[in-house]
């Protein structure tokens, strides 16, 4: 495997693992119960709706790294609406989704980059929904740049991850 695909892997990784985990799980502690399953007048879906779905994408994701021959007869519209609606399971679910789809990527060679990127921008994009309704829902503001969870950290957790892993 070429230096630029072992670097992606990880940025990819510690992005998934050391920003956009962490910054979930701030997220959901700070809610009770009723607030992460309650559906507002101007959403479509409640914030552990999303949660379930970032969790259901990354597990799905995870699973197409190990075998890319996997197809999915259904899409991703329903995983909105979650099985379980209990707080510390859901976390659960998530944390050991998170941790599979780091484990593929240290497990494989090549990779598809495209669906790797892809589901790393579609966390992203999902993870600052949600950190908006909690702000806004808690009136509460994370500070997440300021508490180290920076472009700054994660380039250094990277650096430190690739001189480690290519020796």
């Known amino acids: 495997m070429d230096f630029s695909m072992r670097e992606f892997k990880i940025i990819s990784k510690h992005r998934m693992n050391d920003q956009y985990l962490v910054k979930l799980r701030a997220c959901v502690e700070v809610l009770d119960e009723q607030v992460l399953w309650q559906v507002g007048e101007a959403e479509t879906?409640?914030?552990?709706?999303?949660?379930?779905?970032?969790m259901v994408h990354v597990r799905r994701n995870a699973a197409k790294l190990i075998d890319p021959t996997i197809t999915y007869k259904q899409g991703m519209e329903d995983s909105f609406i979650p099985s379980v609606q209990d707080k510390v399971q859901l976390m659960v679910e998530v944390e050991e989704a998170f941790s599979s789809f780091c484990a593929a990527l240290d497990n494989t060679g090549a990779i598809d980059m495209y669906n790797?990127?892809?589901?790393v921008e579609h966390t992203?994009?999902?993870l600052g929904q949600i950190i908006d309704r909690v702000q806004r829902?808690?009136?509460?503001?994370?500070?997440?740049?300021q508490t180290g969870l920076n472009e700054k950290t994660l380039r250094a957790i990277v650096q430190q991850s690739l001189n480690t892993s290519g020796k």
């Not at 790797?116 to 589901?119: A, D, E, L």
Request: hydrophobic share 45%; net charge positive; aromatic share 20%.
């Open 124 to 126: 992203a994009y999902h």
């Open 45 to 54: 879906n409640s914030m552990g709706g999303i949660v379930n779905h970032i």
């Open 116 to 119: 790797v990127y892809h589901v």
């Open 137 to 145: 829902l808690a009136n509460y503001r994370f500070q997440f740049v």
